[in-house]
């Protein structure tokens, strides 16, 4: 590690401790996404960097983010759950290029007004709507082959699931 990034990593951990020192940092265990949308935002507002918040900035830091953590799994094939061969460092480095995709992604939402928690509880419900049990188990079918497969079982239904309604073929 450099000069540049031991001192950007003192500053941080200080920033953790005085957050947790002034009780404004839940425990691990209890943080939620409003948890990470108000300590991002008092982090921004204490350093002035909302004017430099956009949802295009944030966005493309985003991505940039997602390329680092791209950049861990480049060349490895494919790797086992657990990551078992891992050695702690590398684990450790996974775990800060996730932290900065999930931070990023919380205060894109927060600042787009939007409620990233109600948000993804919809959209898994939508996807158990579209990928039913009955369909889905057990393989990696895209929803229009799943409506194929319906249709051969004898199961109606549409692109959003709902019944008495056939897919139509769209191509």
Not at 7 to 31: F, G, I
Not at 67 to 89: A, N, T
Not at 132 to 156: I, M, S, T
Request: net charge negative; with cysteine; glycine share 6%.
């Amino acid at each position: 590690m450099g000069a540049r990034e031991e001192q950007a990593s003192a500053v941080e951990k200080a920033t953790v401790q005085e957050l947790k020192k002034n009780n404004s940092m839940p425990s691990e265990k209890e943080v939620t996404l409003k948890d990470l949308a108000r300590i991002m935002a008092g982090f921004a507002a204490d350093r002035e960097w909302d004017s430099f918040h956009s949802p295009r900035n944030l966005l493309l830091a985003l991505v940039g983010e997602v390329g680092e953590l791209s950049e861990i799994f480049q060349w490895k094939g494919e790797v086992p759950r657990g990551l078992s061969d891992w050695d702690d460092d590398s684990k450790e480095h996974l775990g800060e290029e996730l932290s900065d995709v999930l931070l990023y992604l919380v205060r894109l939402a927060d600042v787009c007004n939007v409620d990233l928690g109600e948000s993804a509880l919809r959209k898994l419900e939508k996807n158990a709507q579209k990928y039913p049990v009955d369909l889905c188990k057990g393989n990696d079918k895209k929803y229009r082959e799943l409506a194929k497969k319906g249709r051969e079982n004898g199961v109606r239904r549409n692109m959003n699931n709902t019944e008495n309604l056939v897919y139509a073929d769209r191509r």
